[in-house]
């Protein structure tokens, strides 16, 4: 296939994009270079002959007739967003304009290059969301597809706005849609404002490691080369009109997630130990969710995908892999607002 990728010079959508030329696609690789970008994630794919970088943002409606009209895709998948939930307690406005008007711009553009296509049945539309705008577990059960929303942060929310656009898009206009929702991603080239591998470089640093409240927040973790398998699995095999939960099978309370790190750092630099002598709570995050918890039943029944990786496995590989890339973390830790304490304006 010819793979319109948006956000592939990000987290997941780089991985997405290694294993989609690992697959032998070709791949357009869409991303506006925000400040959580970076194109050393791709650059292992960057000389692949079925690779091709554009730099474009998705408020820009100008510049994506422009994409869709030189490359003329397959299939799109949609993973441009904002994402950090304390960036979007501070500054909510971005993340409205990326992931909402982003998402309605990405959903016109893909509709006209759809329909001169003579639309194609062979076209899809991979909205690619998170469990967050389900909202927040008790102490049992887990997300299904069925789940209601009920999104509490304005990451959450602008997420689930786009997640209702995609859906709109294929009932009105009849728009070849899947739709995937996923819990917390882990693993390489994972951006240094996020949890792990702030534990990682604190660690590392012999700085505090911060824990939010009292560390009892319950995240089903996924290793994201696992989550770029399944999403190209749903983009090429899902039923249309879809969506599907894509979980680790991983829970863990965040304080259990640190221990665990800070245990294997023990092991790889026990001249430090014991690592978690700098654990510290502190206040926690407004509004922050208590649990969530995927079902990943119908992509497992459905399409025969499983998670490969657990989370001591995958703990293990990252932690070993921010060890041997301090040349791509090191710099990045220079960029606006990491290493410090946001979303505490409310």
């Known amino acids: 296939m010819k793979l319109l990728v948006t956000g592939g010079a990000g987290f997941i959508g780089s991985a997405v994009v290694r294993a989609a030329i690992g697959q032998g696609h070709e791949v357009i690789n869409l991303d506006a270079l925000t400040y959580a970008a970076c194109l050393e994630n791709v650059a292992s794919v960057a000389d692949a002959p079925g690779y091709t970088f554009v730099q474009a943002d998705i408020r820009d409606r ?13 299939a799109v998948m949609h993973l441009a967003a904002e994402s950090h939930v ?6 909510p406005g971005d993340f ?37 705008v389900f909202g927040s577990l008790g102490a049992e059960g887990l997300f299904t597809e069925d789940t209601p929303y009920d999104p509490r942060s304005p990451y959450s929310a602008s997420k689930a706005s786009s997640d209702h656009l995609v859906r709109a898009w294929a009932e009105t206009y009849g728009l070849p849609v899947v739709l995937t929702n996923c819990s917390n991603n882990y693993g390489p080239y994972h951006f240094p404002e996020k949890l792990i591998p702030v534990v990682i470089l604190n660690a590392l640093a012999g700085r505090s490691i911060p824990i939010y409240g009292d560390g009892s927040n319950v995240r089903d973790w996924l ?6 398998e399944a999403l ?7 039923e249309l009109g879809r969506s599907y939960n894509i979980g680790g099978h991983n829970e863990a309370t965040n304080l259990d997630l640190v221990k665990r790190i800070c245990a294997i750092l023990d092991t790889r630099r026990p001249e430090a130990a014991p690592h978690g002598d700098l654990i510290r709570f502190v206040t926690d995050r407004p509004g922050h969710d208590a649990r969530y918890a995927i079902d990943a039943g119908r992509i497992g029944t459905e399409l025969g995908w499983t998670p490969s990786v657990t989370l001591d496995e995958g703990l293990e590989r990252t932690v070993d892999w921010y060890l041997t890339n301090e040349t791509w973390w090191r710099p990045l830790q220079a960029r606006d607002g990491v290493g410090q304490r946001l979303g505490v304006k409310a």
Do not use: C
């Open 62 to 74: 100008a510049a994506l007739d422009a994409v869709f009209a030189t490359h003329a895709p397959d």
């Open 86 to 91: 304390d960036r979007s307690i501070d500054g």
């Open 96 to 132: 409205i304009e990326t992931n909402i008007t982003g998402t309605y711009n990405m959903l016109e553009v893909a509709r006209t290059h759809w329909t001169r296509m003579g639309k194609s049945e062979a076209f899809r539309f991979h909205h690619v969301s998170t469990d967050e």
């Open 223 to 228: 290793y994201v080369e696992d989550h770029a």
């Open 232 to 238: 190209l699995l749903v983009v090429q095999k899902g």
